[in-house]
């Protein structure tokens, strides 16, 4: 299992080296900084240092718990990234590949409702608005209950 | 009690610091919170919608009911936006 919460920009290919030995299905998924107002040119990601390992573990070892998984990778950056670059990666290693693709679920649908990141938009004029939280995101988790 | 109370993304920018240490006599998070909104008009800008924003202690979510004693650390924040 490789978790890691860093600053610095990181190729999916490094994390991928080795990874799922054994394994019959790998599923991979980059999130990446997306413009959806035309105006912005980077997102700030604030967290929470200390507490966001504890909750990423935590995360990581129910997905492992519960499909059993092979392997297990997520990395997920903070500081300013510009639009386009790559904010986070999650990769599972699994027997088979449906749960390899639920396991990929149920890891951003975590991640995104109970990490402690925050993002906040940056356009030409500095930073702006908060990103807020989609009453869906929360909705999200409750197919895995 | 000294608790260290920490504050994330608009929270901390209505309150205008990252941090602080709080003493307080309360027994619960509600009681700090209230506490908290009675003593400057910051924390009643950042604090008094409790449905707009999440708490943990020590590193763990926990509800406003929670009993601060033995509690060390306390962070307000926006629901999270991961992934």
Same mark, same amino acid.
């Given at each position: 299992?490789?978790?890691?919460? !860093? !600053?610095? @920009?990181?190729?999916?290919?490094?994390?991928?080296?080795?990874? +799922?030995?054994?394994?019959?299905?790998?599923?991979?998924?980059?999130?990446?900084?997306?413009?959806?107002?035309?105006? /912005?040119?980077?997102?700030?990601?604030? %967290?929470?240092?200390?507490?966001?390992?504890?909750?990423?573990?935590?995360?990581? /070892? !129910?997905?492992?718990?519960?499909?059993?998984?092979?392997?297990?990778?997520?990395?997920?950056?903070?500081?300013?990234?510009?639009?386009?670059?790559?904010?986070?990666?999650?990769?599972?290693?699994?027997?088979?590949?449906?749960?390899?693709?639920?396991?990929?679920?149920?890891?951003?649908?975590?991640?995104?409702?109970?990490?402690?990141?925050?993002?906040?938009?940056?356009?030409?004029?500095? @930073?702006?608005?908060?990103?807020?939280?989609?009453?869906?995101?929360?909705?999200?988790?409750?197919?895995?209950? | 009690?000294?608790?260290?109370?920490?504050?994330?993304?608009?929270?901390?920018?209505?309150?205008?610091? @990252?941090?602080?240490?709080?003493?307080? +006599?309360?027994?619960?998070?509600?009681?700090?919170?209230?506490?908290?909104?009675?003593?400057?008009?910051?924390?009643?800008?950042?604090?008094?919608?409790?449905?707009?924003?999440?708490?943990?202690?020590?590193?763990?979510?926990?509800?406003?009911? %929670?009993?601060?004693?033995?509690?060390?650390?306390?962070?307000?924040? @926006?629901?999270?936006?991961?992934?």
């Amino acid at each position: 299992m490789l978790i890691r919460i !860093q !600053q610095d @920009p990181f190729a999916l290919a490094d994390l991928l080296d080795g990874f +799922g030995d054994g394994a019959g299905a790998v599923v991979t998924f980059s999130g990446l900084v997306r413009d959806d107002t035309g105006e /912005m040119t980077a997102l700030e990601l604030e %967290h929470y240092p200390g507490m966001t390992e504890k909750a990423v573990s935590r995360i990581a /070892m !129910q997905a492992q718990a519960r499909w059993n998984l092979v392997d297990l990778a997520i990395v997920h950056r903070f500081g300013r990234l510009n639009v386009g670059e790559q904010i986070m990666a999650v990769a599972t290693a699994a027997r088979h590949r449906a749960e390899a693709f639920e396991a990929a679920e149920y890891l951003m649908d975590y991640l995104k409702s109970r990490a402690p990141f925050w993002k906040r938009e940056i356009g030409a004029d500095g @930073p702006g608005a908060w990103v807020e939280a989609k009453t869906s995101d929360e909705d999200a988790l409750s197919r895995w209950d | 009690m000294k608790i260290d109370v920490l504050y994330f993304a608009w929270i901390r920018e209505r309150i205008g610091e @990252p941090r602080e240490s709080i003493d307080t +006599g309360a027994t619960t998070i509600r009681g700090l919170v209230e506490q908290l909104i009675n003593s400057d008009e910051r924390y009643a800008a950042a604090l008094s919608d409790l449905n707009s924003y999440r708490v943990a202690a020590d590193q763990e979510l926990v509800n406003f009911d %929670h009993k601060l004693e033995n509690v060390r650390e306390l962070a307000f924040f @926006p629901p999270m936006t991961g992934g």
